[in-house]
């Protein structure tokens, strides 16, 4: 059973910057899946941040932060980070991490394409 752990959430002004990390259990996708970023603010649906495929080639970053986040990833400590600049107020919400295998070389946008998530952590900018 996959398990995905996020850290790096917490409250900061405006303009700041925090880095989320999402860690992987156990690399039950072979070499390579579709991982990433959803977030949800209050009252507001959940949207895709940013996705990557983690055997290369294919990223994804919403157009309302390009510029600001960059998605990256460790291979080696079956991770994947947001970097996340410049931070807005309307970036506060809880972000989550999503990973699924199924989809070879593909960013898959639509959350309900992912089986695996993290317990979410919440992002704060004031």
């Known amino acids: 059973h996959v398990q995905l752990v996020e850290s790096g959430g917490g409250s900061v002004q405006a303009g700041g910057s925090l880095r989320l990390s999402c860690v992987a259990s156990?690399?039950?996708?072979?070499?390579?899946?579709?991982m990433g970023w959803f977030r949800r603010a209050p009252e507001y649906e959940r949207e895709v941040v940013a996705i990557t495929y983690t055997g290369g080639g294919s990223t994804y970053l919403a157009d309302n932060v390009k510029g600001r986040f960059t998605i990256s990833q460790d291979g080696a400590k079956n991770t994947v980070y947001l970097q996340m600049n410049s931070l807005k107020p309307e970036d506060t919400a809880i972000y989550y991490c999503?990973?699924?295998?199924?989809?070879?070389?593909?960013?898959?946008?639509?959350?309900?394409?992912?089986?695996?998530w993290g317990q979410g952590t919440q992002v704060t900018v004031s």
């Open positions: 999503a990973a699924e295998g199924l989809f070879r070389g593909a960013t898959p946008l639509a959350a309900d394409k992912y089986n695996y």
């Open positions: 156990e690399y039950h996708f072979g070499n390579s899946c579709s």
